[in-house]
């Protein structure tokens, strides 16, 4: 994303980052206990803005918005974790 693409690249990377999100409550510890990855995550949309602020190339803000959901999604669920708040679905027996 971060070197150009086209418009089908960026939401097939958009649908990605949104079934990601959807899956981040499967983790059973943090995913960003160190705050790297979301760091990385803010670097790469703002490298999205300028992108788009050149192309206005419509993809771009639904990833940029993916990518917000997906952050969030993260920050959630370490934030529940180490306040020692469990998912919902934990201790469901999916057998």
């Given at each position: 994303a971060q070197n150009g693409g086209t418009g089908q690249q960026y939401e097939e990377l958009a649908v990605n980052a949104e079934k990601l999100?959807?899956?981040?409550?499967?983790?059973?510890?943090?995913?960003?206990?160190?705050?790297?990855?979301?760091?990385?995550?803010?670097?790469?949309?703002?490298?999205?803005?300028?992108?788009?602020?050149?192309?206005?190339?419509?993809?771009?803000?639904?990833?940029?918005?993916?990518?917000?959901?997906?952050?969030?999604?993260?920050?959630k669920h370490d934030s529940d974790l180490a306040a020692g708040h469990p998912d919902e679905d934990e201790g469901e027996d999916f057998r």
């Amino acid at each position: 994303a971060q070197n150009g693409g086209t418009g089908q690249q960026y939401e097939e990377l958009a649908v990605n980052a949104e079934k990601l999100a959807d899956m981040v409550h499967w983790a059973n510890g943090p995913i960003d206990a160190e705050g790297q990855w979301l760091d990385r995550l803010a670097a790469l949309q703002d490298n999205l803005q300028q992108v788009y602020a050149q192309t206005n190339e419509p993809a771009i803000t639904m990833l940029h918005d993916r990518l917000t959901h997906l952050g969030q999604a993260i920050s959630k669920h370490d934030s529940d974790l180490a306040a020692g708040h469990p998912d919902e679905d934990e201790g469901e027996d999916f057998r």
